[in-house]
């Protein structure tokens, strides 16, 4: 290879343009996180290389101690982080300095407001990385030099952090990869001893490998200002590196020397979270398995969490070796968002994840991690309920997930659900099915609830109304897959839900004998008109009867109890599958002025715009969209005008 120095200069990628600025105008409030980013890639460097060093440790070299220095120089205002890590070529650099590979990142762009204060909190679920170093740099270089390669294929990365980047090749002899950080004006004070010190030991105690700074020279004591003395200090110039961190993964060290300060850092690391988890879980597991994990709750949904490639699952050591990220086999998709770590001893150091997926040991820890994230929760929900009422609000939908994908844990996911009721008329979901049981009738045996769009159109349902009256509770459920959900779900502590909208509406011991005798004779004398309107309907309706569920309304709709309920079929047909017709009953409420109306009107025209309009408003009242808008708009304002004739 000819030694010709190939210099260019590049552009950001525009995502990754975007992000450097909103990096540097949104996070200075939390400068210092810069070195917790920085030695956290360095860590994983490491980590990478000796994952790669076991199928050729060649790639040791000559120097298999892996460790992280921390330099810097208070004059010249720089600091630098070097790694004997795997390091990287010209076109990782590139690719890994220049872009951002996450998929949704335009839409995460795209979801800032330019208020820097929220930013910075939506940020914190992007993750920072890298780019943090221009928060407190003004120029950053980066030499780098891939495990395994020559020293002539060494790079060097220059940015100042605005639109583009230099690039060339330049010889580096030692492996892996070096930053400096040329600091702002403004940020000099981080290239100071005690600082940086005091920065590494708060953010990188846990790190598995020594982060190391040079040895502080002691104050001279005033006795000691002799010559002897100042020659002595000229001969000791070899500079000495002390480890600054107690360099011992964290996960291996027993949960009583822990304290929550670390922990909470370590999960930083790990999963490049700005803010604090709501809970951990630590447990060394003895015994036929043997293995240490590291599960921790956090407080927020990550920006693509409904996006199906987004990255999931444990980090996965095997003896303290990483393995690799985002083993997903350990628990089930439901819980994705867990983050944590795995350390195995019963698996081999070669595995793959084709290997893990077909691994019995795997299956018998995802059962018990399974289990230990459900205790976990629960634990939470009883001891600290705001913090649940958080973990419910940003993954209620995704926990809901659960009773379709694990039967065998379904009563403890059910008992880790909350939802909104017509007991508070809130729309905050924060009823467990524990506090609606307390609270049913006499008599009630099922467990009552409306699904629907919008918190408005369920909790303003006609079909509420004879629930209203008995002061029976029904869950109001709004999110996207509520029905989808219960259906998997069916029952509770033995009661089974019930959509109040399906079916004839069966309330068992909850009606009074004097209810069921009105019903029947009211049944009795509606039987005309229900021949009328069936005729005037023709094969629109399935079945047109009277009901018990209104007190209000003149009229509603149901579905029988084998359809699919509309929430239902909206979220299939949006997965792009065709869906059959189904037809509704139209249930009439013949206490209801209108409908005694309706019964009177001998013009049959007229009789067909009314029953034409009220079936309309009971579509309308559901939140359903109307077939032919402009038909029912103009029978409603002939009516109007009759009336104001
Ligand atoms: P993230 O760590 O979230 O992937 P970063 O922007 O921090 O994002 O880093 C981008 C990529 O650059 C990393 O995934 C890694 O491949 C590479 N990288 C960063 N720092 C180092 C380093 N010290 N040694 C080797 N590779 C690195």
Redesign the pocket.
Known sequence: MGAQVKKETMGFQTEAKQLLHLMIHSLYSNKEIFLR??I???S??AD?LRFASLANSALLEEDPDLKILVDFDTKKKTIT?S?N????NRD??IE??GT???SGTAQFLDSLTGDEKKDSNLIGQF??????AFIVADKVE?Y?RKAGSPAEEGVRWESTGESDFDIEDVTKEDR??K?VLHLKKEEKEFAEGYRLRGIVRKYADHISIPVMMLKEELPTSPEGEDGKDKKEKKEKKTPEYESVNSALALWTRPRTELNDEEYKEFYKHIS?DFDDPLSWSHNKVEGKLEYTSLLYLPSRAPFDMWNRDAVRGLKLYVQRVFIMDDAEQFLPLYLRFVKGVIDSNDISLNVSREILQKDPAVDSMKSALTKRVLDMLSKLKKKDKESYQKFWDEFGQVLKEGPAEDHANKEKIAKLLLFSSTHTGESKQDQSLEDYVSRMQKGQSKIYYVAGESFNTVKNSPHLEVFRKKGIEVLLMTDRVDEWFVSHLMEFDGKQFQDVTRGELDLGDLDTEEDKKQQEEQDKKAKPLLERLKTSFGDKVAEVRTTNRLTESPACLSITEHDMGAQMRKLMEAAGQAMPETKPNFEINPAHPLIDKLDKEADEDRFNDLASILFDQASLAEGGQLDDPASYIHKLNKLLLDLTH
Do not use: P, Q
Request: charged share 20%; net charge negative; no cysteine.
């Open positions: 980013e920085l956290s890639n360095a994983d460097a990478k982080i790694d890590g795997i390091g990287m990782e650099i890994n300095l951002i590979a996450k993750g920072v990385g890298f780019y943090s980066v780098s892996g990869t930053i490049h």
